[in-house]
């Protein structure tokens, strides 16, 4: 079964950090690109950022809001993906899902996790 | 960055009805467009990409058409289940971006 579990959401203070998990499950991990996707609360999608294929080197790609605070990252031993969340702000608040994309060139995020709650509040 | 305007942002309907929402994008992303569907607690789930191409395993009664800057979602006779949050999003450009969504009501 494909699946996409993610972990380590939490509440933090602003200008703190965190580091979100997401475990691939089902396929393999290396051939597809991997997104993060959050949704604050009561509110739309918001795209965050991507790890391309291992044919695409990893490359990353990121929303203007998050680039230079936020690091995506995978261990293709481990069937991880990571986010790193740095200088968090209160408007990051947010449920952060992984997804992962159809196969080839940038179509849509086919299977989504559970996601993973963060909360930034002093 | 390129910004996709959804409409309506709220829409009322009933059972049996069809209906469409529009999704406009501030500029050219050719077929780059995708349409999901979320239920309230619920993750999003793919229905639509490439404009018009329907994911495995939805419903027929769902359609996407549109090039360039303006697409549409339709759902020929709402059923009961189809009550939810619908957001476009285009991925023919970096950053990607999504719709504001629209929220399918029962009337």
């Known amino acids: 079964e494909v699946q996409l579990v993610e972990s380590g959401g939490g509440l933090v203070q602003p200008g703190g950090s965190l580091r979100l998990s997401c475990v691939a499950s089902?396929?393999?991990?290396?051939?597809?690109?991997m997104d993060w996707v959050r949704q604050a609360p009561g509110k739309g999608l918001e795209w965050v950022g991507l790890?391309?294929?291992?044919?695409?080197?990893?490359?990353?790609e990121y929303a203007a809001s998050v680039k230079g605070r936020f690091i995506i990252s995978r261990d293709v031993s481990e069937n991880s993906l990571y986010l790193q969340l740095n200088d968090l702000k209160t408007e990051d608040t947010a449920v952060y899902y992984c997804?992962?994309?159809?196969?080839?060139?940038?179509?849509?995020?086919?299977?989504w996790g559970q996601g993973t709650m963060v909360t930034v509040s002093s | 960055d390129i910004q996709l305007t959804q409409s309506p942002s709220f829409l009322s309907a009933s059972v049996g009805d069809r209906v469409t929402i529009t999704c406009r994008a501030s500029?050219?992303?050719?077929?780059?467009l995708a349409w999901y569907q979320q239920k309230p607690g619920k993750v999003p789930k793919l229905l639509i990409y490439?404009?018009?191409t329907l994911q495995s395993g939805v419903p027929s009664r769902f359609s996407g058409s549109g090039s360039g800057t303006e697409f549409t979602l339709t759902i020929s006779s709402l059923q009961p289940e189809d009550f939810a949050a619908y957001y476009c999003?285009?991925?023919?450009?970096?950053?990607?971006?999504f719709g504001q969504g629209t929220r399918l009501e029962i009337k």
């Open positions: 997804a992962r994309d159809l196969v080839g060139t940038p179509r849509g995020h086919e299977i």
């Open positions: 089902g396929f393999t991990f290396s051939d597809y690109s």
């Open positions: 790890s391309r294929s291992r044919v695409k080197s990893y490359t990353t």
């Open positions: 500029q050219d992303i050719s077929s780059s």
């Open positions: 490439a404009a018009s």
């Open positions: 999003q285009q991925l023919n450009s970096y950053p990607i971006t």
